[in-house]
Structures are given as C-alpha cells and as structure tokens.
C-alpha cells in the first residue's frame, strides 16, 4: 500500500491550486462564499488569494486549499494504451517489412459533423505533429485522410474499397455526447455489414480514452498527447496478432 | 504607418498584379453566374422570411418552387416570381411569406406585365437597401459618439453555448470585461447546410445557430452594453459556407458589424464547390461592402492544417487574392480584415521573430486594411500556463505591429469551450501588455540586415515565386491540382455544385443591378 496526497512544498502537505467562477457579485461576502464553498468540498484550509469582478453578476478566485485525502497508488489502473512500448517510426517500417511483408493500409477521418481535423491530421499528415512524422509519411503505410465531416457510411465504404487494415475515427467535439453516438453508429454500422471483424478499430480525440473505446466496440482509443507512431504501432502488433489467432 | 522592412515597392506591386491576374478570369465566370443562395439572399432583401411546419425557409420554398416548374426558369433570376406574387394577390410581403409558408405556390400565377414588376421591385430595392443604408448610419453615428473609447487593435471574442439566450449572458459579460467585438460562433456544420434556419435556438453543437432572430437577440443586447458602457461593441457571424449571401444579407439588415468571409476556405477546408463558391463570396461581399461590414477572411487556416514556418507565403497570397475579389465586390480596403495567424511551433528558435517580421510585413503590404490577427491553438496543449505565455507573445506582437482585429487566445484552447473566466485572463493579459508597450510600435526599428527583415523578404518573394506558378495555370486548375493548403478540389466536385445557375439573357435582378452600381463595380 502506497498512500498519495498532493504535494505543495512538502510531503503530504495535500496542497491545491483552484480557481473559478461564481454567480455573484465580486466582494467581501463573494470572497467569503468561496471560502466556504471550498470547505465544503472538504478542504480542511482554504485561502481566497485573488478575486476579481466578471461582470455585475459574476466573480473570478484563486484559491489554494489543502487536503487530507489520501489514495493507494498499488489500486490505481490507467485507462491508457501503454505508449512508453511504442516503437519509432524506423522501427515500425521495419516491423512491417519482417512480420507483414506488404504495405498497411490505413484510413481516417474525422466523423460526423465534426469539423476539426488538428487530430486526424496530426496523426495522419506527412508533416506529424510536434516533431512525430504522420502515417502518410511511412514508407510501409498506404495513409487516407478523407478530412472531416465524413458520414461513417461514407468512411466505410472507402475502407472497403481500398482494402484497409485499420479505420482511424477521430472526434474532437464532445459536446452533448455527439462523440459516443458517432462512434456508436460506426461500430454499429460495421457490425450491420458484417465487417467489424475485417478491420483494426481506432478512435481518438482530445477527450477519447481507451475504456470508453473499447466500451463502443473499438480496438482501442487514444487521447490526448498521441502520436502517430503509438497508433502505428498498435496497428501493425495487433495485425500479427490478428494473423497470428486466425 | 512605419515602414521598417525595407520591402521594393515594385516587388509588392507585382505581387498585387499577379493577384489581380489571378483574379481576373474567376471575375469573368462570376458575372455570368448566379446560385441558389444568390437568389434566396436577393429574396431576404426584399423581404422574403419565415419558414413552414418543417422548418423549411420561405426563401427556399420559392426557389424550389421555380426549380420545380422548369429548371430553365431559374435563369431568369426568382425574384421576378416573388414581385409578381405579390403584385397578383394585393399582399403585402408579410402576408406573403405566410402564405407561401402555408402551401402557397407563386408558380400558380401566370407572370404578369414586366414594367409593374420592374416598377414594384424597385420599390423593394429602395426599402431593402434604404434598411442597410439606415443601420450603416446608426453604426457610423454611434463609433462617432463614443470615437476614441474601443481597444487599438481591437479585442475579439467568441461565445459559443450553443444557446441564444444563454450566448448573450457571456457576450455582455465579455463586452463589459473589455471586448470590443464579439464573435458569435456557429453550430458545427451549420456551412454544409443549404438553408438557413429560422427563429431563436436554443440548442447547437460547439456554437449556435446564426438565425435572424439570433442575431437581433444579440444585437439588441449588445447595444444595450454600448450604452453603458460608452463603447460601440461589434457583432460578427459568420457569411461562409453553402449560404454565404444569405447570411450576408441577415447580417447587413440587424447591423452586424464584421462577417468571417472568405472567398476561397469553403471550397478548400469544407469541401464546397468551386464555382458555387466563387459565385456566392462575391454577392455576399456587395452586401457586406454596401452595409459597411468588415469582412475577415480565413488564412489563418493555411497554417492550422500545415507548417506555419514553412507555409508562410500562402497566407500572404491567400490574402493578395482575397483583397483582389474582395475589390471586384466593392470592398475598400478598410473593409478588408485580411486574415493571419500567430501558429508557429513554440519549440523554433526565434519563432517569435519570424512572427513578429510577418506580422510588420502584413502590416506594410496591407496598410489601411483592419488586419485580423488569430492567436496561437494548433500548438495549445492542457498546459495552461503555457498556453497563457503563448498568448502573451502573441499580444505582443500584434500590438507590436498594429494590427487591427485582435481575436484573443484562450488559455484552455483545446480543452473546452471558454469558461467565463477564461475570457477575463485573456482580456486582462491583453490589456496589461498592449498598455505596457502602447507606444512600442513607433519607438521600435529593425536592423536592415536582420533576421525580421531579411525573413519577411523571404516570405515576399516565395509569395510572388508561388504567384507567378497560379497565375500561368489558372485558379480553378491550381486549386484543382490542390496548390493551395494541400488539398485537391476537382472543378465539378464538392457540395452545392447543383445550386449553381447560368444567368440567362433576361435575368432579373435589380438588387444586385443597385449594389452594383451604389458600389461603382463594372
């Protein structure tokens, strides 16, 4: 057992830097409010350091409390595919050459109504993301990036078309759960065509995680901080592993 | 303006000339052309509005209703069809929209004499335009009023709930912490749809609806914040995608202020047809132009979907092109919100000094134009503190090279729609800096010989170099060869290509013969 607590400036001084916004005015009795609200959440000190007017109805803290709970770190399971095993993008097209021995081919998109690309194309895009090339840059990946605002149906049938090993779904917006019924109607569809099996799943987005993924029927999920080369290489373990059960 | 970048003048010129070239032939395509939404705007100018049970808008039901009848009708301009409704059944455009809302067809009447159109539409032109022209007044009237009391460059932000009524709180709370302008974001998708919803909303994914009730929602209280506050707050949305006139022409009848307007982002990030698109960006430049509306246009995207050091020179012919069309629809140039970004990877040694050498070079190459600046988001991370230093370069530089629009970076860009409070940060950071450094921008020289001048020569002449490529293939066969933000468009494909319309030799049009002429455009 290995007991946790937020750590300030000493060990197990439970200390947390908060800030937020009330629907009352700025003031003494604001100031006071906040104060009793982060007791409340059962911080056993808090100091109101900064509070500031928002406008004649709201008002802006900074807080710092201090906390006594504790948790066991030995109980703590991450909801995350294990990246620090990822191989490189080098040592992927290696993998593929020994183990494969013919390009994998990969499609994506970002679904639905979802507009925002930053997440399909850092991973897919020649130029990567943050020093890590994209797929299309491998030699030994075939990469489509159909974009956004594709329709699952559409996103499907060109997998068909070209043969795809694995389907990126990439979903940044969240709101309203537009996320979980995208990836939902996906899988669902795949399943109504009897080609789940066919292809490696993938979803991924700034607020995706493995679980609820996996959850939807995908492979796995990826969230924020990935890169192409931890999607590439769960692709190409879990091709062989694929061939490997077959 | 400061000239510190010692760029030739006739370098800059021939730069503009190939934009104008480059322009030219898309220009002659344009006037030979109408599409579906040029005509539903030209009905909202003259009155046309509402919708029926389903929600399908009076604009759309009459072109369909034309469409329906014979295609080839459509040549011939719709409005000619809405006129002779009304002069056949005595009603007024009130009764008429609701008759049409209600089932009613204007096909069903035979087309009646042309000069009792001609002499009835103008009456509507007269009233439609006599409406913009009105709240051009009242804008100039009040920015009189309360001249000297807005932000220099002025302070931007977006609210985006999704819900009207919900929108107008964090706007007034925005506008009171110190924005100048305030952007009201659209619901996810909303620019692939080919109407344009009606009435208030209460619901929408990542933004809201722009409806015209919305923006009279929004109107209305943010004047009711210029008052207090003794500053003139602008209102902006958004004339892009499949309905670019049509919202143009809402924007101009509830004096909004700025529309994001762009004549090529549809065609290449939302995957709109190219000729639509063209088409449609021009008409909706004539309103925006007429009613005073400052448009920003979208090249900040450029460096979103590519490498913002390496990609550079796109923005600046992105916004050559955009000035040229934006001068073919009657835009001056101090309507003309050129847009730029300050997206370079934070890693890049002396990234701050290439953004400040392009930021100076847009500056000196577009010296009237209200230049909008888009703050970092393709490198903000959960990391908000450093986010919040990104930001703070970032309102260094644009104060640093007066810029005109000042959209503020959120610290918890790429973690959710901003808190309320969010927004304080970024209006108390950018008032810290810009008052810090209020007189920087005139103090503050570069060496002939250094890296900011010798970079913003460099982005110059890859401008020109990647000019000079488009210009000898054409527009339409250099976006099609996709020259532009790596994206390949073909001529025929994209959304909207079948709202497209021929004019033909008796098309009706005196809204758009009026624009034309008000705007002196040939």
Redesign the interface.
């Known amino acids: 057992m290995k007991l946790i607590r937020t750590y300030g400036d000493t060990l197990d001084d439970g200390k947390v830097q908060l800030s937020f916004t009330l629907p009352v005015p700025d003031g003494a009795r604001g100031r006071e409010a906040a104060r009793k609200l982060v007791l409340a959440w059962g911080f056993k000190e808090c100091e109101v350091v900064h509070s500031a007017p928002l406008s004649e109805e709201f008002s802006f803290y900074v807080v710092y409390g201090k906390s006594e709970t504790a948790i066991d770190f030995d109980t703590v399971e991450a909801d995350e595919i294990d990246k620090d095993a990822s191989m490189s993008m080098d040592e992927v097209n290696e993998f593929i050459r020994q183990h494969i021995k013919r390009k994998v081919v990969v499609v994506g998109a970002c679904t639905g109504f979802d507009a925002h690309t930053v997440g399909i194309d850092a991973i897919m895009n020649m130029k990567g993301y943050n020093h890590h090339y994209g797929l299309e840059r491998y030699p030994e990946i075939e990469a489509y990036n159909l974009g956004a605002q594709v329709p699952n149906e559409k996103l499907i049938d060109f997998a068909v078309k070209v043969k795809a090993d694995a389907i990126l779904v990439s979903q940044v917006v969240t709101q309203k759960d537009t996320h979980i019924h995208n990836m939902t109607e996906f899988i669902e569809l795949l399943e109504a065509k009897n080609l789940r099996d066919r292809f490696i799943c993938i979803a991924g987005g700034p607020r995706i995680g493995n679980k609820l993924a996996v959850e939807l029927g995908f492979d796995a999920g990826f969230g924020r901080g990935t890169y192409a080369d931890d999607v590439a290489t769960f692709i190409v373990k879990k091709l062989v592993e694929k061939a490997q059960a077959s | 303006m400061r000239i510190k970048l010692h760029l030739p003048k006739d370098r800059i010129d021939y730069a503009r000339q190939l934009a104008k070239q480059i322009a030219a032939p898309v220009g002659a395509f344009i006037d030979a052309h109408s599409s579906v939404t040029v005509e539903r705007a030209t009905l909202r100018l003259a009155g046309a509005d509402g919708a029926n049970a389903d929600g399908v808008p009076v604009p759309n039901l009459v072109v369909d209703q034309v469409k329906a009848a014979d295609p080839a009708l459509l040549e011939d301009g719709v409005i000619i069809r809405y006129i002779n409704a009304l002069i056949k059944t005595g009603l007024s455009t009130q009764e008429l929209n609701k008759k049409i809302a209600e089932g009613f067809n204007v096909m069903s009447l035979p087309l009646g004499d042309r000069s009792a159109i001609e002499a009835k539409c103008n009456e509507l032109v007269a009233q439609g335009l006599g409406k913009i022209k009105d709240n051009r007044a009242y804008r100039d009237k009040k920015l009189e009023e309360f001249h000297d009391r807005n932000n220099k460059p002025l302070l931007y932000l977006i609210v985006a709930t ?1 819900n009207i009524y919900e929108d107008v709180k964090q706007a ?2 925005a506008a ?2 110190g924005a100048d302008v305030i952007a009201v974001i659209r619901t ?2 909303q ?2 749809l080919d109407y344009v919803p009606y009435g208030a909303t209460t619901e929408g ?2 933004g809201t609806y722009a409806t015209q009730e919305n923006f009279r929602i929004m109107r209305a209280a943010l004047d009711e914040v210029t008052e207090q506050e003794k500053r003139y707050i602008m209102l902006t949305n958004y004339a892009s995608g499949l309905c670019m006139p049509e919202i143009a022409a809402m924007g101009a009848l509830e004096r909004l202020d700025m529309m994001l307007n762009d004549s090529m982002y549809g065609i290449l990030f ?2 709109i047809n190219m000729y639509r698109t063209f088409v449609d960006q021009k008409f909706s430049r004539m309103i925006n132009a007429y009613a005073g509306i400052i448009i920003n246009t979208g090249e900040d995207n450029y460096l ?4 913002a050091y390496e990609k550079a020179y796109t923005v600046l012919a992105s916004q050559l092109l955009n000035e040229q069309f934006g001068f073919m629809a009657g835009l001056p140039a101090r309507l003309l919100g050129l847009g730029h970004a300050f997206e370079m ?1 934070p890693s890049i040694k002396n990234g701050f000094l290439y953004e400040l050498a392009q930021a100076q070079m847009a500056r000196e190459i577009f010296p009237e134009h209200p230049l909008k600046y888009m703050p970092p988001t ?2 903000m ?2 990391d908000i503190f450093k986010g919040l230093v990104m930001d703070s370069m970032f309102n260094f530089v644009s104060k640093a090279t007066n810029q005109g629009i000042h959209l503020l970076g959120m610290l918890t860009e ?2 959710h ?1 901003p ?3 969010d927004r ?1 940060i970024a209006v ?1 950071n950018a008032k810290y800096i810009m008052n810090n450094i209020e007189d920087f921008y005139d103090d503050i020289e570069f060496r002939k010989d250094g890296i900011i001048v010798r970079r913003a020569h460099e982005v110059l002449d890859k401008t020109i170099k990647f000019l000079e490529e488009v210009q000898a293939i054409g527009l339409f066969d250099a976006i099609e060869r996709g020259l532009f933000a790596d ?1 390949k468009r073909p001529k025929d494909g994209g959304k909207g290509f079948e709202g497209l319309i021929k004019k033909g030799p008796q098309y009706f049009n005196p809204f758009e013969k009026q624009l034309k002429q008000e705007l002196n455009i040939k």
Request: proline residues 0%; neutral net charge.
């Open positions: 999704g007034k709370a009171k912490q996810t998708a620019s692939l994914f990542g939302r995957d979103t979907t590519s490498d990877d393709k490198f991370s959960g790429a973690i729609t808190f309320m409070m304080y108390d994206v």
